[in-house]
């Protein structure tokens, strides 16, 4: 995958998130698609509420991708854009807790961590993937 298009089917295909609609999940996934080095491949690609601490305390919808050689944590804003790149040799562990209704994805660092929240549903599925791609 390269473009955000393409990612965004992706996750569409694969439950992985569809964020607030489609013309800002690609916004987010075009973050992502300009940052990419030019022999790298994305892995796999989902969407979720980054920094999630509780239901009114969060950073909002952010993009993910995992790719042979980083993580990319990105949101297009109004104004401006996030990006986080975390270099795969320096993540220490990925790991999930569930509730009732959502799913939190850890992402842990050498220099901090990351909480994703997902659908219930579908955090199994997109630790599956992580796990397939990063440490297999």
């Keep these: 995958m390269k473009t955000a298009n393409e990612m965004y089917e992706y ?12 013309k800002w999940g690609e916004k ?34 952010y993009a993910y991708a995992i790719t042979d050689k980083r993580v990319l944590m990105a949101q297009k804003k109004l104004i401006g854009e996030n990006l986080t790149i975390v270099l795969l040799e320096n993540l220490n562990d990925v790991s999930i807790s569930t509730g009732v209704l959502a799913g939190t994805i850890t992402f842990d660092t050498l220099k901090e961590t990351f909480n994703v929240m997902v659908d219930k549903k579908q955090t199994n599925n ?11």
């Design 126 to 136: 997109i630790m599956t993937k992580i796990h397939e791609v990063v440490f297999n």
């Design 28 to 61: 987010h996934f075009g973050v992502i698609e300009r940052n990419l080095l030019p022999d790298e491949e994305v892995l796999m690609a989902f969407i979720g509420i980054h920094n999630y601490q509780s239901m009114t305390k969060h950073d909002g919808n």
């Design 11 to 22: 996750c569409l295909e694969n439950e992985f998130g569809r964020g607030f609609n489609r």
